[in-house]
Protein backbone atom coordinates (compact mmCIF):
# COMPACT_ATOMS: atom_id res chain seq x y z
CA UNK A 1 0.00 0.00 0.00
CA UNK A 2 1.35 3.64 -1.03
CA UNK A 3 0.70 5.92 2.27
CA UNK A 4 1.79 8.83 0.36
CA UNK A 5 5.02 10.99 0.56
CA UNK A 6 5.89 14.49 1.83
CA UNK A 7 8.17 16.95 0.45
CA UNK A 8 8.87 19.78 2.74
CA UNK A 9 10.98 22.74 0.76
CA UNK A 10 8.63 22.06 -2.17
CA UNK A 11 9.49 25.21 -4.01
CA UNK A 12 12.86 25.16 -4.45
CA UNK A 13 14.67 23.71 -7.08
CA UNK A 14 15.19 19.85 -5.79
CA UNK A 15 11.79 20.24 -3.89
CA UNK A 16 10.32 20.93 -6.85
CA UNK A 17 11.76 18.03 -8.77
CA UNK A 18 10.65 15.75 -6.10
CA UNK A 19 6.76 16.63 -6.35
CA UNK A 20 6.90 16.17 -10.22
CA UNK A 21 8.86 12.93 -9.68
CA UNK A 22 5.90 11.67 -7.42
CA UNK A 23 2.99 12.91 -9.54
CA UNK A 24 4.39 11.47 -12.75
CA UNK A 25 4.93 8.02 -11.28
CA UNK A 26 1.80 7.19 -9.50
CA UNK A 27 0.56 5.98 -6.10
CA UNK A 28 -0.86 8.10 -2.88
CA UNK A 29 -0.95 11.67 -2.31
CA UNK A 30 1.73 14.18 -2.62
CA UNK A 31 1.83 16.72 0.02
CA UNK A 32 4.16 19.68 -0.61
CA UNK A 33 5.40 22.28 1.90
CA UNK A 34 6.16 25.69 0.83
CA UNK A 35 6.93 29.35 1.59
CA UNK A 36 5.72 29.87 -1.70
CA UNK A 37 2.32 29.25 -3.53
CA UNK A 38 2.12 25.89 -5.73
CA UNK A 39 4.70 27.31 -8.48
CA UNK A 40 3.46 25.51 -11.71
CA UNK A 41 -0.57 25.40 -12.42
CA UNK A 42 -1.23 21.60 -11.76
CA UNK A 43 -5.00 20.28 -11.13
CA UNK A 44 -3.74 16.63 -10.06
CA UNK A 45 -5.82 15.89 -7.11
CA UNK A 46 -2.96 13.67 -5.50
CA UNK A 47 -1.16 17.39 -4.92
CA UNK A 48 -1.69 18.82 -1.88
CA UNK A 49 0.34 22.06 -1.48
CA UNK A 50 0.63 23.37 1.93
CA UNK A 51 1.42 26.91 2.45
CA UNK A 52 3.88 27.07 5.75
CA UNK A 53 6.15 30.20 6.95
CA UNK A 54 7.85 27.61 9.19
CA UNK A 55 6.82 29.50 12.40
CA UNK A 56 5.72 26.75 15.35
CA UNK A 57 2.32 27.73 15.10
CA UNK A 58 2.10 27.11 11.25
CA UNK A 59 4.74 23.90 11.25
CA UNK A 60 1.86 22.41 13.88
CA UNK A 61 -1.06 23.14 11.58
CA UNK A 62 0.81 21.70 8.35
CA UNK A 63 1.59 18.48 10.26
CA UNK A 64 -2.24 17.98 11.20
CA UNK A 65 -3.36 18.52 7.75
CA UNK A 66 -0.48 16.19 6.74
CA UNK A 67 -2.16 13.91 9.42
CA UNK A 68 -5.38 13.67 7.74
CA UNK A 69 -4.18 13.45 3.99
CA UNK A 70 -1.52 11.11 5.00
CA UNK A 71 -1.32 9.66 8.78
CA UNK A 72 1.68 6.93 7.70
CA UNK A 73 3.52 8.70 4.80
CA UNK A 74 6.44 6.43 3.56
CA UNK A 75 8.60 8.95 2.27
CA UNK A 76 9.64 12.66 3.54
CA UNK A 77 12.26 14.77 2.23
CA UNK A 78 13.40 18.14 3.80
CA UNK A 79 14.83 20.16 1.55
CA UNK A 80 15.30 23.54 3.13
CA UNK A 81 18.98 24.66 2.98
CA UNK A 82 20.68 28.49 2.25
CA UNK A 83 23.38 29.15 0.71
CA UNK A 84 23.51 32.91 -0.13
CA UNK A 85 20.37 34.93 0.11
CA UNK A 86 20.23 38.67 0.65
CA UNK A 87 22.98 39.97 2.47
CA UNK A 88 24.53 36.28 3.38
CA UNK A 89 27.45 35.27 1.08
CA UNK A 90 30.46 32.40 1.63
CA UNK A 91 32.48 33.46 2.92
CA UNK A 92 36.20 33.03 1.59
CA UNK A 93 37.87 34.97 4.53
CA UNK A 94 37.97 34.89 8.53
CA UNK A 95 37.41 38.83 7.80
CA UNK A 96 34.05 38.07 5.81
CA UNK A 97 32.31 36.28 8.84
CA UNK A 98 28.92 37.57 10.04
CA UNK A 99 27.66 36.47 13.27
CA UNK A 100 23.81 37.53 11.96
CA UNK A 101 24.38 35.68 8.53
CA UNK A 102 25.91 32.61 10.36
CA UNK A 103 22.87 32.14 12.67
CA UNK A 104 20.40 32.31 10.02
CA UNK A 105 22.16 30.16 8.11
CA UNK A 106 22.17 27.57 11.12
CA UNK A 107 18.63 28.29 11.71
CA UNK A 108 17.46 27.36 8.07
CA UNK A 109 20.11 24.77 7.29
CA UNK A 110 20.60 22.57 11.24
CA UNK A 111 17.79 23.98 13.46
CA UNK A 112 14.42 24.23 10.58
CA UNK A 113 14.86 20.31 9.55
CA UNK A 114 15.05 19.51 13.65
CA UNK A 115 12.20 20.73 14.38
CA UNK A 116 10.09 19.48 11.28
CA UNK A 117 11.21 15.78 12.49
CA UNK A 118 10.13 16.90 16.82
CA UNK A 119 6.97 18.05 15.11
CA UNK A 120 6.32 14.95 12.64
CA UNK A 121 7.22 12.65 15.15
CA UNK A 122 3.57 11.57 15.69
CA UNK A 123 3.33 10.70 12.44
CA UNK A 124 6.64 8.54 12.39
CA UNK A 125 5.40 4.94 14.07
CA UNK A 126 6.44 1.54 13.77
CA UNK A 127 5.61 1.64 10.06
CA UNK A 128 8.23 1.66 7.65
CA UNK A 129 9.30 5.42 6.75
CA UNK A 130 12.51 6.87 4.88
CA UNK A 131 13.14 10.39 5.78
CA UNK A 132 15.86 12.44 3.81
CA UNK A 133 17.23 15.54 5.10
CA UNK A 134 19.41 17.41 1.90
CA UNK A 135 22.73 17.70 3.83
CA UNK A 136 25.96 18.44 1.77
CA UNK A 137 28.96 16.60 1.27
CA UNK A 138 30.53 20.06 2.14
CA UNK A 139 29.17 19.34 5.84
CA UNK A 140 31.86 16.92 6.04
CA UNK A 141 34.55 17.78 8.47
CA UNK A 142 36.77 14.50 7.27
CA UNK A 143 36.02 15.76 3.50
CA UNK A 144 36.87 19.12 4.08
CA UNK A 145 40.26 20.30 1.64
CA UNK A 146 39.12 23.50 0.33
CA UNK A 147 38.18 25.76 3.62
CA UNK A 148 36.03 28.47 3.08
CA UNK A 149 31.91 28.95 3.36
CA UNK A 150 32.61 28.56 7.27
CA UNK A 151 28.61 29.56 7.69
CA UNK A 152 27.22 26.80 5.27
CA UNK A 153 29.52 23.89 6.27
CA UNK A 154 29.30 24.61 9.87
CA UNK A 155 25.72 24.57 9.52
CA UNK A 156 25.46 21.65 7.48
CA UNK A 157 27.97 19.61 9.62
CA UNK A 158 25.83 20.81 12.72
CA UNK A 159 22.35 19.46 10.85
CA UNK A 160 24.45 16.05 10.35
CA UNK A 161 25.13 15.26 14.53
CA UNK A 162 21.51 16.72 14.89
CA UNK A 163 20.10 13.63 12.64
CA UNK A 164 22.73 11.46 14.27
CA UNK A 165 20.92 12.53 17.18
CA UNK A 166 17.54 12.13 16.17
CA UNK A 167 18.67 8.49 14.72
CA UNK A 168 19.89 7.48 18.25
CA UNK A 169 16.24 8.64 19.60
CA UNK A 170 14.15 7.85 16.95
CA UNK A 171 15.23 4.07 16.69
CA UNK A 172 13.63 3.60 20.52
CA UNK A 173 10.70 5.61 20.08
CA UNK A 174 9.56 5.21 16.05
CA UNK A 175 11.86 1.90 14.87
CA UNK A 176 10.09 1.93 11.37
CA UNK A 177 12.30 5.41 10.63
CA UNK A 178 15.18 5.16 8.54
CA UNK A 179 17.03 8.65 8.73
CA UNK A 180 19.25 9.61 5.76
CA UNK A 181 21.54 12.53 5.35
CA UNK A 182 21.74 13.05 1.49
CA UNK A 183 24.23 15.07 -0.61
CA UNK A 184 22.71 15.52 -4.33
CA UNK A 185 25.80 16.29 -6.21
CA UNK A 186 26.10 19.87 -7.54
CA UNK A 187 22.51 20.59 -8.73
CA UNK A 188 20.87 23.31 -10.97
CA UNK A 189 19.42 25.07 -9.19
CA UNK A 190 19.75 28.98 -8.17
CA UNK A 191 21.43 28.22 -4.93
CA UNK A 192 24.24 26.72 -6.82
CA UNK A 193 24.11 28.75 -10.24
CA UNK A 194 26.84 31.40 -8.87
CA UNK A 195 29.14 28.97 -8.13
CA UNK A 196 29.11 27.15 -11.73
CA UNK A 197 32.36 28.64 -13.12
CA UNK A 198 33.79 25.82 -10.25
CA UNK A 199 32.11 23.21 -11.35
CA UNK A 200 33.85 20.53 -13.75
CA UNK A 201 32.45 19.79 -17.59
CA UNK A 202 29.45 17.54 -17.14
CA UNK A 203 29.32 17.32 -13.41
CA UNK A 204 26.60 19.17 -13.29
CA UNK A 205 22.97 17.64 -12.18
CA UNK A 206 19.88 18.61 -13.21
CA UNK A 207 17.21 18.63 -10.44
CA UNK A 208 15.05 16.33 -12.24
CA UNK A 209 18.41 13.44 -12.48
CA UNK A 210 18.71 14.05 -8.35
CA UNK A 211 15.21 13.54 -7.77
CA UNK A 212 15.19 9.76 -9.13
CA UNK A 213 18.39 9.03 -7.99
CA UNK A 214 17.18 10.34 -4.23
CA UNK A 215 13.88 7.93 -4.63
CA UNK A 216 15.76 5.08 -6.15
CA UNK A 217 18.11 5.68 -2.55
CA UNK A 218 15.32 5.68 -0.52
CA UNK A 219 13.64 2.54 -2.23
CA UNK A 220 16.85 0.37 -1.05
CA UNK A 221 17.18 1.51 2.24
CA UNK A 222 15.92 -0.47 5.57
CA UNK A 223 14.91 1.12 8.95
CA UNK A 224 18.37 0.42 10.60
CA UNK A 225 18.22 2.95 13.46
CA UNK A 226 21.05 4.75 12.17
CA UNK A 227 21.91 7.57 9.76
CA UNK A 228 22.97 7.05 6.61
CA UNK A 229 24.83 10.37 5.08
CA UNK A 230 25.14 9.24 1.07
CA UNK A 231 26.00 11.10 -1.96
CA UNK A 232 23.51 10.70 -5.29
CA UNK A 233 25.50 7.68 -6.28
CA UNK A 234 24.81 5.90 -2.63
CA UNK A 235 28.30 6.41 -1.37
CA UNK A 236 28.28 6.72 2.23
CA UNK A 237 30.30 10.56 2.68
CA UNK A 238 33.26 10.31 5.85
CA UNK A 239 32.06 12.57 8.84
N1 LIG B 1 21.94 22.70 -5.55
C1 LIG B 1 23.05 22.12 -5.12
O1 LIG B 1 24.04 22.04 -5.85
C2 LIG B 1 23.11 21.53 -3.73
C3 LIG B 1 24.29 20.87 -3.34
C4 LIG B 1 24.37 20.32 -2.05
C5 LIG B 1 23.28 20.42 -1.20
N2 LIG B 1 22.14 21.08 -1.61
C6 LIG B 1 21.04 21.19 -0.65
O2 LIG B 1 19.83 20.81 -1.29
C7 LIG B 1 18.73 21.49 -0.67
C8 LIG B 1 17.81 22.06 -1.73
O3 LIG B 1 18.49 23.07 -2.42
P1 LIG B 1 18.15 23.52 -3.93
O4 LIG B 1 19.38 23.27 -4.71
O5 LIG B 1 16.85 22.95 -4.35
O6 LIG B 1 18.07 25.10 -3.71
P2 LIG B 1 16.88 26.13 -3.91
O7 LIG B 1 16.23 25.96 -5.21
O8 LIG B 1 17.49 27.44 -3.59
O9 LIG B 1 15.83 25.71 -2.76
C9 LIG B 1 15.98 26.26 -1.47
C10 LIG B 1 15.24 25.45 -0.46
O10 LIG B 1 15.43 26.02 0.83
C11 LIG B 1 14.20 26.55 1.34
N3 LIG B 1 14.49 27.89 1.83
C12 LIG B 1 15.11 28.92 1.17
N4 LIG B 1 15.21 29.99 1.99
C13 LIG B 1 14.64 29.63 3.17
C14 LIG B 1 14.44 30.31 4.40
N5 LIG B 1 14.86 31.58 4.58
N6 LIG B 1 13.83 29.65 5.39
C15 LIG B 1 13.41 28.37 5.22
N7 LIG B 1 13.57 27.68 4.09
C16 LIG B 1 14.19 28.31 3.06
C17 LIG B 1 13.22 26.52 0.18
O11 LIG B 1 11.93 26.21 0.73
P3 LIG B 1 10.54 26.89 0.24
O12 LIG B 1 9.86 25.85 -0.58
O13 LIG B 1 9.82 27.16 1.50
O14 LIG B 1 10.91 28.12 -0.54
C18 LIG B 1 13.77 25.37 -0.66
O15 LIG B 1 13.37 24.13 -0.13
C19 LIG B 1 19.35 22.53 0.29
O16 LIG B 1 19.29 22.02 1.61
C20 LIG B 1 20.80 22.61 -0.18
O17 LIG B 1 21.67 22.98 0.88
C21 LIG B 1 22.02 21.62 -2.85
Same mark, same amino acid.
Given at each position: ?????????????????????????????? &?????????????????????????????????????????? @??????? +?????????????????????????????????????? +?????????????????????????? +???????????????? +???????? &???????????????? @???????????????????????? #?????????????? &???? #??????????? &? #??
Amino acid at each position: MNEGVVVIGAGGGIGQALVAHWLATGGGPV &IAVSRQPAPFGCDDPRLHWLRCDYSDQQMADVVARIATLAPR @PHRLVIC +NGVLHQGGIKPEKRLEALDVEAMTSLYQTNALLPLRWI +NQLLPLLGASPCTLAVLSARVGSIGD +NRAGGWYGYRASKAAL +NMLLKCAA &IELARRAPGVKLLAFH @PGTVDTQLSRPFHANVPDGSLQTP #EQVARHLVSLMAGL &IPDG #ELSYLDWQGKT &I #EW
